[in-house]
Every structure is written in structure tokens, then in C-alpha cells.
């Protein structure tokens, strides 16, 4: 098992090495040199340029050096905490994402486990009551679920609820709330307006999850140790919990891992339409006026996010299921 | 007696049945076999009619829109969708549906300006109209359109019209051409690369497979979404909707080449042990034609499954980035640039019409999950 999970860290690492270097990428996109770019919009709006500002942002970042140096330079200050400069708001990036990733992650895990809770709970139902009526309509609803853009599902609820109930459900925060610092009261009205987010995020997920649930447990389901325990007289509902459910868990867990991507997707995307205060529409406006350092401080994280969570379901799964184990070497 | 020997020969006579279709089955050929599995697959049947449908019209777009999509008036802003009728005022059926002629009037008290029907005029709905002219891709003028009014002073908006009173339903079908060729397109070229590197990485296999799919997994586990919104940020704003729409396309497959690569390895990997690979090479067939003529074939209705289930993901991920303005810019018509309008709630909220565009990319996208499932399960035809 130790050895697993060392051999699964030094691959993370290399993971990350390599999203690091796509990262940079990102910075060094943009046409030109963004230092310049700065200069000539402060020039437009008539600031005066501080020739000796410019030439300490010009060293700071190394723009007078070859690439790879200035890979260095970004990556040093990234490990020591510093994501670079944001011109567009004039600010360090640290002091403009933490919150924002923070908000992300509660975001994104809570409809993680949204997904996983209400995707079992149906995948069991759906396998164990197979062809009824309810088995049919979920599997219907999980179809559609996998063919509807989540950012379209995020439109029309803003749409119903503007349209019938009067009410702005975008947002993590009431009005009061918004700009307040985090206190018990704000932690709450963040729960209040959670669950949009969370129904729009997990009804993609959702759907993945029960039709894989429903599938897996169908499969040991036919199998003959469970006709024997049937046929020792084992309670129905004991024996589903005892064994089948237990194995057909294992490729649920492995699922989580690819579920991940999938949620800091639609996380993205939806939060700029329900205007959340998470990563998306910092990341979208970003990339509009080309402010790359924050830009690409964000896709470094969302990708660590990501590869972070896809190590602790391959460390869990190897746990539960020890043939994987052996079978990886 | 008699009842036992009808019921012999009944089962004489189900056993030839029987025995007939075997033979049948003996003799068809791969691509019938799948044919007839596939036709058991209802909802697959559907979906690909809806998917033939919805390819005619992206090809005879000029055709089937009534208007000109980029034409506008300001008088029709957001006018609803006009509706068709077939029994008049007084209470006459008429074969032919017809519309109303279409009224403003102010709201005496919100000011707001509301359309109305002005029930003194009947425009019928022919088929074959002529309207405004066009050039049929590029080529062939022509101004006959599939259905629309005859009178010129008359309009109608089968879906509503826009902020810029365009005609809603002639731009949804303008967008199917771009939305649809898009997924088309970006499948072919994830196809090549994925073909190319999951069959070298398949068929060599040791360190290169190794290398190859570790960097699969990498592509894999990074978030799509931020990396696709960073990389078409970075596509000058000044390119031609032409080279813009390419780079979006080239973009959507650098990532969507790794699940084809996934499945052509997978292949090679179970067909390399075949007996009849190795009778094959046996014979002195030359690797080349081993690949292309034995090994190929049996996976190719593999690789059209996973083509047909890869292209919804580049409809949604080019709709994505064109709604949130990354992606294709106006005045390119694509499904994600018309959704684009709905960002505005208020303007949703009176003109629900807007988010039509949605439910043309959700039928695309379902169509195409079915008629993969169905080509996937079809693809085996052995299995049961």
C-alpha cells in the first residue's frame, strides 16, 4: 500500500510539473509584452508613466531575460506564496484568489458529494426496481441530464425564478452579507444559496453516477452467491447491503476522480451565468483584458485542485479494492 | 391427436424459421449484421433521422431560413413568436396555415411598446416563396425559399426575433451550419491524431506506450474549461471568423483526441493476440497491410462509435466558449453566440424565446449520445 501511494505521489508530481509548465504558457500567450500593453493603457487614460516603476515590474519579472529564466522566476515566487502582478486590478494575485479558490472548493466538493449521495441512492433504487416505472423515469431524467449543458440548466432557473418568483437566485450571498466578513450568519446564508448551484452542478454528475451505480449493481446482482444467500434466507434488504452494493461501490469511487474535471468545468461556467463569487468570472474577465498572471494563477490552481482530488480517489479506491494494487505495478 | 400433430409440425416449422435466419445470419457480412442490431435500437433510429434532418438543414441553410439572418429592423425588437393559425376569425378552416398581420401599440400605462395581431390581414404560408436572394454556398444564386409569405410587406417570426428584431428561427438555422460542423470537423481532426498515437502507442506498446499514456492521463486530468477559455483568449481579435473558427476547432481536438486514442489502443492491445493477426504475419503479410487490411477493419465500427459519442462533447464545449464570448464572435452565427443574448436575464425574462437556441443544442446533443449508443452496442454484433 505505501509503496502505491509513493509511486502514485512522485507521478503527481510530475503531473504538477507539467500543469506548471502550461501555466506559463498561458502568461506567455498573449502577442507582444504585456509590460507594454500596461504602459500604453495608462498612457491612454492619461496617467504619467513611471518610467522607474515600469523598469522594477520590467526586472521583477524578468522580461529582459530568456524564457526559461523567467519560468524560474514565476515558478520561485509561486512556491513562496507570490502568483505574480495584476494589472488589471492592481494588486498581488494572492490577495485576489484565496478567497475565490476557497469558495471554489466549497462549491465544487459539496456538489461532489451532492453527486455521489443522490447518484447512489437512485443507482440502487434504479437497479434494485429495474424496468418500473420510477427506474424509467430516472433513467429518462439522467439522459437529459447528460445532454444539457449545465450553463443552459443555470439560465433557465435564473429565468424561472426571476420570471415567477421575483427573486435574483444567482449569488452566493444576500445583499447584507456580501462585503461582510465571515461570521456565523454569512456561513449560514451561504448554505441558503448553495443549492442552486448544486442542483445545476450535480445534475450532469448525478446522472453519470446513476447509470454507472445502476449498471454495476445490476452485474452482481446476477451473480450466483447472491441467489445462494437469497436462498439461505438472508433478509433482502441485509444481503443488497452486505455484499453487491460493497462491490459495485469500486468503480464508484474511481469515478469521483474523472467526476472532478467534469464539476471545476461546469463550476466555471455556471458561476459567470449565477454570478458566484468563485474562480469563473475572475478567470473570464481576466483572460478579456488579458490580465495572464491571474489568469494563469487560477488554472494552476484549478488543475492542482483537480490532480489533488484524482490522487485521494486512486489512494481510496487502492484501500477499498486491493487488486488494483497489485494489478498497477 | 390431431392438436399434437399441428403441434409438431408448428415446431417443424419454427425450427426451418429457425434454421433459415441462422444461415441468414451465417452469410451476412459484418456491416449488416450491425445494420440489424442497430435497427432493434428504437431511440437510435430516431436520434439519426433527427441527425440527418438536422445536417439538411446546415447544408441548405440559405434554403430553409425564410430570412436573411443578419438582417435587421428595429421596429420588430423582440417580437414574439408569430403564430400560425388554420382557423380565421370567422371560423373558417383553412388547409393552408396563415398568420396575422403584426400591430404595435403603446401600453397606456408602462408605455411599453406590445405586439398585437391585426386580424383584418391574412398572409398565407406557401411553400416554395420567394424571398430574399441568396447565394447557395456561395455558388448558385437563387431567391426561392422553402416557406415564408408572398406578400413583401408582411412579416412573420416563427420563433420570436431579437434584440435587433432578426429573425430568431433563420438564425437558429444559420447557427446549425456552423454548430454542427464545428463538432464535424474537430472530431475528424481528433480522429487522425488520435488513430495516429494510440495506434503507435497500441502496436509498439513498452516505453513509448508508457510515455504516450502518461501524457494522455495529464491532458485527462486537467480541467478543460479554464485551459480551452485561456487558449481561444489568445486568438487575436483580429483573424477572420473564418481562421477563428478553425483555431476554436483545432483547439477543441488537441484535447479530444485522447479518448480516441484510448480506444484504437485498447484495440490494437486485444487484436495484436488475435490468431488471425498472427496467421497473417505467418503468411508473410507486411506489417502495413496486417494493420490496414486485417486489423482495421474489425475495429472500425469501434472508432465510429466513439466518433459519434465525441462530437457532442465539441457541440457543448464550442457552445460554451461562444457563450461566454471566448469562443466565436458575432457576426458568425454559431448556437453558443445566439445564447449568448440570453446573458441579459431581464431580456429573457420578457423574451423567454431567447434560450430557443438551447433546446437545438440539447436535441443535437442527445441525438448524438443515442445514435453512438446504438452504433456501440451495434458495433459487437456478436455480443448478447
Excluded: C
Excluded at chain 1, 450532469?204 to 445502476?214: D, N, W, Y
Excluded at chain 1, 444481503?239 to 459495485?248: E, F, G, H, M, N
Excluded at chain 2, 483555431?247 to 495484436?272: N, P
Aim: proline content about 5%; charged content about 15%; glycine content about 8%.
Amino acid at each position: 500500500m505505501l509503496e502505491f501511494i509513493v509511486r502514485r505521489l512522485g507521478l503527481m508530481v510530475l503531473t504538477l510539473f507539467a500543469v506548471t509548465l502550461v501555466a506559463f504558457a498561458v502568461i506567455e500567450l498573449p502577442p507582444g509584452d504585456y509590460l507594454t500593453a500596461y504602459a500604453a493603457t495608462l498612457a491612454a487614460s492619461g496617467d504619467t508613466v513611471d518610467k522607474e516603476q515600469l523598469e522594477s515590474l520590467k526586472r521583477r519579472f524578468g522580461l529582459d531575460q530568456p524564457m526559461y529564466m523567467r519560468y524560474l522566476k514565476w515558478i520561485w515566487g509561486v512556491l513562496h506564496g507570490d502568483f505574480g502582478y495584476s494589472f488589471g486590478w492592481n494588486k498581488p494575485v494572492s490577495e485576489l484568489i484565496w478567497e475565490r479558490m476557497a469558495l471554489t472548493v466549497a462549491v465544487t466538493f459539496s456538489a461532489l458529494i451532492f453527486t455521489w449521495v443522490v447518484g447512489f441512492l437512485i443507482g440502487v433504487y434504479s437497479a434494485t426496481h429495474q424496468y418500473s416505472a420510477g427506474d424509467y423515469i430516472f433513467t429518462a431524467i439522467s439522459f437529459i441530464g447528460l445532454g444539457i449543458p449545465e450553463f443552459l440548466i443555470a439560465l433557465v432557473l435564473m429565468w424561472v425564478g426571476y420570471r415567477y418568483f421575483n427573486a435574483n437566485i444567482g449569488g452566493l450571498f444576500s445583499q447584507e452579507y456580501q462585503t461582510a466578513p465571515w461570521s456565523w450568519g454569512k456561513f449560514v446564508d451561504m448554505l441558503k444559496h448553495l443549492w442552486v448551484p448544486l442542483i445545476v452542478l450535480g445534475v450532469g454528475g448525478t446522472a453519470g453516477m446513476i447509470r454507472i451505480m445502476r449498471a454495476n449493481l445490476l452485474d452482481e446482482l446476477r451473480k450466483p452467491y447472491v441467489i445462494t444467500a437469497r436462498a439461505k434466507g438472508l433478509r433482502e434488504r441485509h444481503l443488497l447491503l452486505k455484499y453487491p452494493v460493497r462491490i459495485a461501490l469500486n468503480p464508484f469511487v474511481s469515478t469521483a476522480g474523472w467526476a472532478l474535471p467534469g464539476l471545476i468545468n461546469g463550476a466555471t461556467i455556471i458561476s459567470v451565468v449565477l454570478s458566484l463569487p468563485t474562480n469563473g468570472p475572475l478567470l473570464l474577465n481576466a483572460l478579456m483584458v488579458q490580465d495572464m498572471y491571474l489568469a494563469a494563477s487560477f488554472i494552476l490552481l484549478l488543475s492542482a485542485l483537480t490532480i489533488i482530488g484524482t490522487l485521494i480517489s486512486d489512494i481510496l479506491l487502492a484501500w477499498l479494492d486491493p487488486r488494483i494494487r497489485y494489478a498497477r505495478r | 391427436m390431431a392438436a399434437e400433430e399441428r403441434q409438431e409440425q408448428l415446431v417443424v416449422a419454427e425450427r426451418a424459421a429457425l434454421r433459415e435466419e441462422g444461415e441468414r445470419v451465417f452469410v451476412a457480412s459484418q456491416w449488416q449484421l450491425m445494420w440489424w442490431r442497430f435497427r432493434k435500437h428504437k431511440m437510435a433510429l430516431v436520434s439519426g433521422a433527427i441527425l440527418i434532418l438536422l445536417y439538411s438543414v446546415a447544408l441548405f441553410a440559405e434554403f430553409v431560413a425564410p430570412y436573411d439572418p443578419h438582417k435587421y429592423d428595429v421596429k420588430f425588437t423582440y417580437a414574439p413568436p408569430t403564430r400560425l393559425h388554420f382557423i380565421d376569425e370567422a371560423g373558417r378552416f383553412h388547409l393552408r396555415p396563415f398568420v396575422y398581420g403584426l400591430k404595435q401599440e403603446r401600453d397606456p400605462k408602462t408605455m411599453k411598446m406590445l405586439f398585437a395581431e391585426d386580424r383584418t390581414k391574412i398572409y398565407p404560408l406557401r411553400f416554395f416563396v420567394r424571398g430574399a436572394p441568396y447565394k447557395l454556398w456561395g455558388l448558385f444564386s437563387a431567391d426561392r425559399h422553402l416557406f415564408g409569405l408572398e406578400e413583401k410587406d408582411a412579416v412573420f417570426f416563427l420563433l420570436g426575433a431579437d434584440r435587433m428584431g432578426r429573425d430568431l428561427f433563420s438564425r437558429i438555422v444559420y447557427g446549425t451550419r456552423i454548430s454542427m460542423s464545428v463538432g464535424l470537423v474537430g472530431i475528424g481532426i481528433s480522429l487522425v491524431l488520435g488513430v495516429l498515437i494510440g495506434g503507435v502507442s497500441g502496436y509498439y506498446g513498452g516505453a513509448i506506450d508508457t510515455v504516450i499514456q502518461r501524457l494522455i492521463e495529464f491532458i485527462r486530468s486537467i480541467p478543460t474549461i479554464p485551459l480551452w477559455m485561456a487558449l481561444s483568449a489568445a486568438v487575436p481579435k483580429e483573424w477572420s471568423p473564418l481562421r477563428v473558427y478553425f483555431a476554436i476547432t483545432v483547439l477543441l481536438s488537441l484535447i479530444g483526441w485522447t479518448s480516441m486514442a484510448r480506444v484504437v489502443r485498447g484495440r490494437f492491445l486485444a487484436l495484436r493476440e488475435e490468431d488471425f493477426v498472427m496467421a497473417a504475419l505467418l503468411v508473410g503479410a507486411s506489417e502495413l497491410r496486417v494493420i490496414l487490411r486485417h486489423m482495421v477493419p474489425s475495429f472500425l465500427s469501434h472508432i465510429i462509435a466513439s466518433l459519434t459519442l465525441g462530437i457532442p462533447g465539441m457541440i457543448l464545449a464550442e457552445t460554451s466558449l461562444s457563450f461566454l464570448g471566448l469562443g466565436l464572435r458575432p457576426p458568425v452565427i454559431s448556437w453558443g453566440v445566439l445564447l449568448q443574448e440570453s446573458q441579459n436575464l431581464r431580456a429573457v425574462a420578457t423574451s423567454p424565446w431567447l434560450l430557443l437556441p438551447g433546446v437545438a443544442v440539447v436535441l443535437a446533443v442527445l441525438a448524438f449520445n443515442f445514435v453512438g449508443d446504438g452504433l456501440r452496442d451495434a458495433a459487437d454484433p456478436y455480443a448478447r
